[in-house]
């Protein structure tokens, strides 16, 4: 049941909307309504209320309220924008009596918000109170929007001085910029529309030198990634700078921005499997509705920049992933920008690597495989130097797990160790924050090396992953000053059978696509572990090659059910892999 209008209470932060035994994020509910009487639940039978679960709640129900404003404001009917305007008044008068000051529940290390503990929530809010504010003055009666003018313009004045902060502590490039960016133009942008005044950027929300241009060129590389190497942060700031750019001619936007702006949808692209899920590398949802509104609205925005529709699969399948968060507000992108979307064209390739981030893509055998060997990422960086993830067309078979809501410390620790991915550990110790390095690429075949005395002292490490017509070979070599327990791990996200044959242990993985893996090199065990971060509490199969020397050698083939050639077998000679086919040896 909906209630009559936003709750009026701050919220917290939503990151503590988590159950603190099973990790996962706690049911939503009805977020236009009222927080459960009995509390809110934990798909496994948890029952929560507590201060900062309910203040947890109140951010995502602002941030509903918020979006259903935005919605409405751009519909044409005009019940619809009426009901946007009354929940703009509403939020007018909530804002001016609780925001007064920074949030006194912040943590310490918070940059603090006003209506929420954190000035990123308030900016995320805020860009949908703009926009609908924005919608509303383009086509209406400006006078009856005059009452919106001191949120409006608090909104402005407040992302103003957190971006200031965070440029006199030198962060810059902080994910946070982008939003306050963006919060701060569509305040300022409505406000000035129902003033009836002409546009002056005076704050430098776009072209100033901390503005959205400039924040793009020091946040993002050559090859087109966000600094921090996440799927979610990478996506998360692609979008803050697209709604900025509102009522622009992408034609007029410069040049240096616009070929950085292509790079990034080109980087979500490339990244994406065939079925359009994204690998949720680093920080970041493994799965989540809230999510697939965030995917499918930055997929229509690039549909509207640039030509083609780059991020068509990722669009449709955030679409089917919103489940019963699923609305219209995309429906009213069509026309975000005032020109025609820019030419775009991105040649495919077997293997494509994004040097800056160290985060590499191969395609082919029917294999969709991400090699990550980059630097640590910052704080929403994983020990995951050269983990190989392996995705079929939709099937993650062996993926990276995501992470659980920051909320929980525990669970958000044990998704960023080493033990969590599909990588090398020493004598399971967690590694130093090392980035790995390219050591050849060819049009088959990628080998990537660390060597940082910061990740284990006295270890180097490689990782060969090469591509044949009908399989995969990932070879790992392992060199030790002094003898450790040398471990590299195996994580399945989906279920895995395991049989010992002897010279080569066989892994059959499930999905709709079959792969099945040959692995050897060193004993293999298999254990229960937890699963993706969508659901920790759900059990997996992990396995680990595991032997205890100065030298290791591990050594694993993967073929899909699809394949042309049946592997009969597999073996190691003088460092190299050797395949038996079952119409002959090879």
Partial sequence: MIMSGPPEERGGWWHDYVCGVHGVELEPGDLLGTFPAAGVSCRHGCRLDTERIRAAWLVLSH???????????GHTDPADRAEALRLLTAYAGIYARLAVADHDQAQGWMLRGRLFHQALTDAVWGVNIGHAAWSLATAGDRAELRPLLPLLDDLAGAALRARGVLVAENRFDSNYVAWLNAAGLASARAAAQIRGDAWADRDGWLTGDHGQFAHLAASTGEDGWEWEGSTYYHGFVLRAY???????DPAGWPAVAAERLGGMITALARLAMPGG???AVHDGPYLREALGLEWQELGVLARGAFAGDPLRAVTDHAKAESG???DDLADGLAGWFAGPPLPYRDEPAVITVAERVG?????GAGIHAVLDYGPPGGSHGHHDKLALYLYGSEDPWQPDYGQVPYGNRAWRDRYAAAAAHPTIRIDDREPGEAAGRLIERTDRSLTVAIDDPAWYPGVSATRRVTLDDDHLIDLVTVRCAEEHRIRLGLRAGVDVSVVDHGPYVRTEWSGRESLSGWHLGAPLIAYPGFGPADDPARQRTWLDFETTGREAVFCSVYQTGAASRRIAGVALSAGEVVIDFEEGFR
């Avoid at 941030?63 to 404001?73: E, G």
């Avoid at 697209?242 to 622009?248: D, E, N, Q």
């Fill in 63 to 73: 941030q509903a309220w918020a979006r259903r404003a935005r919605r409405l404001a």
């Fill in 242 to 248: 697209l709604l900025s750019l509102r009522g622009s």
């Fill in 277 to 279: 899920t994204l690998p």
């Fill in 324 to 326: 019963r968060l699923a």
């Fill in 359 to 363: 985060l590499a893509v191969l395609k």
